[in-house]
């Protein structure tokens, strides 16, 4: 893999602010960013202003909207009016996705519950992924299914799971090793998961976190920390990646700070607090990302 060719990075893990985003992809040399939240306001908030904003520098500097961080099925898998609603918000996504050519939405599999992988509970889940691909029909823009500890497909297990029963052009997995040290009880990914996932991987999130002990009650159970300094072992899944041929993108999530904020607002991340400080963190990610990818 080739530095930045493969790098992208998410746009509020930066900055809420378009003119210091444009500056970041152009000192990086970036191709471009994966889309979440701007001018303060969440994905689903953007206003048609923000929207005409993004894609007009876009195209005057040159560089890619690859993808969309849609929250839509990050509910709970029994409340139908929630489920109505992020469909509704999907729509409302494609459209936002087309205006900026963007050809990837984000999408989650429900909030986590006991017994995560009972075949029952995934069957559901992967019916209603059905109806969002029939929502994209005809659209050309893919959606990508997320690995999220706090979802019902966590681990590369669950997440296949509820992939590969759907059409493989039009549904893939967002690959986030990190998000599985988040898990309770799960045991770390291994570059041996990029094997097991690599014909339906579509995009590669890149964070890293180490776990904490004791943990305390309520608290999430790891804390962020720079990318090559926790427990993911990314040279190895990096060089597994390389292996399985893997073409798509590397996207920094950065997701941690020097100046320490709530971890919890690192995980339900909109707007001007949680962009505070990122981009001094993310700049450290990409010299280490490099760092990384410069000795292999």
């Keep these: 893999m080739i530095f930045p060719d493969h790098i992208t990075i998410i746009s509020d893990e930066v900055s809420q602010d378009l003119a ?3 500056a970041f992809i152009r000192e990086f040399r970036l191709g471009g960013i994966e889309l979440r939240s701007f001018n303060g306001r969440a994905f689903k908030d953007l206003t048609p202003s923000d929207v005409a904003e993004l894609g ?6 040159g560089w890619k909207i690859y993808g969309c961080a849609t929250p ?3 509910c709970d898998l029994d409340d139908t009016a ?13 459209d936002v996705a087309r205006q900026l050519n963007a050809d990837l939405l984000r999408v989650f599999t429900f909030l986590r519950t006991p017994n995560p992988a009972e075949p029952a509970k995934q069957a559901r889940v992967v019916e209603h992924l059905r109806g969002l691909v029939d929502l994209a029909a005809g659209s050309g823009i893919r959606l990508g299914v997320e690995n999220e500890h706090s979802c019902l497909a966590a681990t590369a297990a669950e997440t296949l799971a509820i992939v590969n029963p759907l059409p493989a052009d039009r549904v893939g997995i967002i690959w ?3 998000n599985v040290i988040y898990v309770p009880g799960a045991l770390p990914s291994t570059p041996a998961d990029i094997a097991f996932l690599a014909p339906r991987l579509f995009h590669v999130h890149l964070k890293d976190a180490i776990r904490r002990a004791p943990v305390a009650a309520g608290d999430l159970i790891a804390v962020g920390t720079p990318v090559g300094v926790g427990q993911v072992d990314w040279r190895g899944q990096l060089l597994a990646l390389r292996a399985a041929g893997y073409k798509g ?6 997701h941690w700070r020097l100046q ?11 707007g001007h607090a949680f962009s505070h400080g990122g981009d001094i963190a993310s700049r450290i990610c ?11």
């Design 260 to 270: 320490k904020i709530d971890e919890k607002m690192l995980h339900l991340p909109a």
């Design 176 to 178: 986030d090793p990190c």
């Design 286 to 296: 990409l010299h280490n990302l490099k760092s990384i990818l410069e000795t292999q």
């Design 72 to 74: 839509v099925f990050k």
């Design 82 to 94: 929630a489920i109505a609603l992020h469909r509704d918000i999907l729509k409302r996504s494609l």
């Design 249 to 254: 993108l590397l996207s920094l999530e950065t």
């Design 56 to 61: 007009a520098a876009s195209r005057a500097e």
């Design 20 to 22: 210091t985003l444009s």
